[in-house]
């Protein structure tokens, strides 16, 4: 199947007004949204106070399938919870498993899997971004950063500070070194 075919066969309509559109007419989009939201933020078990004139936090991290991101995430995660940070976890990847037909295209075409799901991710994952600033979240935004319009709408942002990480693997036969680095000692 081709990737034309494939967003033809399992695309869901996407608004061009991410702010203002008819919940009905997208509602298999609006449904993908609001899991998202509740996934990132219901499940914030972490309920610390913040430390007050800190600042907001903002980390971004990029790099490749396997380079050692989750690994990274978990050890900010625990260092901004141990300076009383409550933290999320912002991962476009993990709202592309909410997306309506994910499995079907898994099954029947899964080389158009990142591309089908993401006419729907790619305007979820700015609006969580927007939703956890607005309300004043810390978070850690995991993704492959191909687009730096994400970062680049972060930069403006007067009340965080953002950390801007990498993670590279260089492969050596079978074995693989990671290199990761963010511009905040602990």
Not at 27 to 52: A, G, H, I, Q, V
Not at 55 to 70: D, N, R
Not at 153 to 168: A, L, P
Request: proline share 4%; with cysteine.
């Amino acid at each position: 199947m081709k990737l034309d075919e494939a967003i033809k066969k399992y695309g869901i309509p996407v608004p061009k007004d991410i702010e203002n559109y008819d919940k009905e007419i997208y509602k298999e989009f609006d449904n993908m949204y609001l899991e998202s939201l509740y996934s990132t933020f219901y499940s914030m078990e972490d309920k610390t106070n913040e430390p007050k004139g800190n600042g907001k936090v903002a980390v971004v991290l990029g790099g490749q399938t396997g380079a050692g991101k989750s690994s990274l995430i978990a050890d900010t995660k625990r260092n901004l919870q141990k300076e009383g940070r409550r933290i999320v976890v912002i991962d476009d990847d993990q709202y592309r498993k909410l997306y309506p037909y994910g499995k079907e295209i898994l099954r029947d075409c899964p080389e158009h899997y990142t591309k089908v799901t993401a006419t729907a991710t790619s305007l979820i994952t700015p609006k969580i971004l927007k939703f956890a600033s607005e309300n004043g979240y810390n978070f850690i935004f995991d993704g492959t950063m191909k687009n730096p319009r994400i970062l680049n709408t972060m930069q403006t942002w007067d009340d965080y500070k953002i950390y801007n990480g990498s993670v590279k693997t260089k492969k050596f036969g079978k074995y693989s070194h990671t290199k990761w680095r963010i511009t905040k000692n602990w």
